[in-house]
């Protein structure tokens, strides 16, 4: 198979450092962002300002976070080089486990049992999800018109956000603004994978240009949904919606658009299924402990 000829068992190792990284960078984030809401805050959770983004960058505790969270998405990236990106984009999910022992350290609150149990959802779907694509995804050369697919799914979700965001987002609570992040960091992971595809098979155009762009414009309308939620939510929270959302877009992306699961049986679309639906349980109970 090719998890054993290939090159995806890197792909699965540099992920998980990544997910490392994440993690980590996901606590110092999210100890900025308190510290600034504490003291330049309105108290109205209704997203950060242009002032407390201001006075976010300058914080050490943010710019140790974003230090972090650059080397993730540099393990995030060659792991997508080595394997597709059903395989390697759901493993962020061990950032989950770490960022929620670490937090329960730092605030010296233990986990409850609901709290673990949630946790134990999420990583149990994930861990099926890869291990089942693993050993039956396939690398393809993405073509033009899936590139096409790909940004207008994505214009289309965004349009959407600046809707929802405009007209309710003092009725937002966490969840919104976690999963809206990972599911623009879905978008950003497989615009990732395309730009390296098209530039490991030496086809970089005026389209893969603006996949870049569109790529960067993404990464930093969730960047901001990000600080917002770590605002509004704890960092275990943020990491489950992160690393759920996230991946549920570029698998999606990988089977339907990408082929990435062509010549995979039927049966590893149900588990699959059923391995996504455990996964955004474990967010969902996460979010109400």
């Not at 110092?28 to 003291?39: C, I, L, P, Q, S």
């Not at 409850?112 to 999420?122: E, P, S």
């Not at 489950?240 to 658009?257: C, R, Y």
């Not at 149900?270 to 979010?287: M, T």
């Amino acid at each position: 198979t090719q998890f054993f000829h290939g090159y995806t068992p890197l792909g699965i190792a540099i992920a998980l450092v990544g997910g490392f990284f994440l993690a980590l960078g996901a606590q110092f984030h999210h100890r900025g962002v308190v510290v600034v809401e504490a003291k330049h805050g309105s108290g109205h959770k209704a997203g950060l300002s242009v002032a407390q983004l201001w006075r976010l960058v300058r914080s050490p505790w943010w710019a140790l976070g974003t230090l972090l969270l650059g080397l993730a998405i540099l393990c995030q990236l060659t792991s997508l080089g080595f394997a597709p990106i059903i395989v390697v984009q759901p493993l962020g999910v061990v950032a989950l486990v770490i960022t929620s022992v670490v937090n329960a350290r730092v605030s010296h609150t233990p986990l409850t049992r609901d709290a673990v149990r949630a946790i134990t959802f999420c990583v149990v779907g994930i861990a099926i999800f890869v291990t089942v694509a693993a050993f039956v995804a396939q690398e393809t050369l993405i073509q033009e018109k899936q590139l096409i697919i790909i940004l207008v799914i994505m214009g289309a979700f965004v349009v959407l956000l600046g809707l929802a965001f405009g007209l309710l987002r003092k009725r937002f609570t966490a969840i919104f603004y976690i999963l809206s992040a990972g599911l623009l960091y879905g978008f950003v992971a497989t615009l990732a994978k395309v730009v390296i595809n098209r530039l490991l098979n030496g086809t970089f155009e005026w389209l893969t240009v603006f996949c870049v762009v569109a790529l960067i414009a993404a990464a930093a309308l969730g960047a901001y949904f990000v600080q917002t939620a770590y605002s509004v939510g704890s960092p275990d929270l943020v990491i489950a919606g992160l690393t759920v959302g996230d991946p549920l877009v570029a698998v999606s992306i990988g089977i339907v658009v990408l082929g990435e699961a062509a010549d995979a049986p039927l049966w590893t679309v149900f588990v699959w299924i059923a391995a996504a639906a455990i996964a955004v349980y474990g967010v969902f109970q996460l979010a109400q402990t």
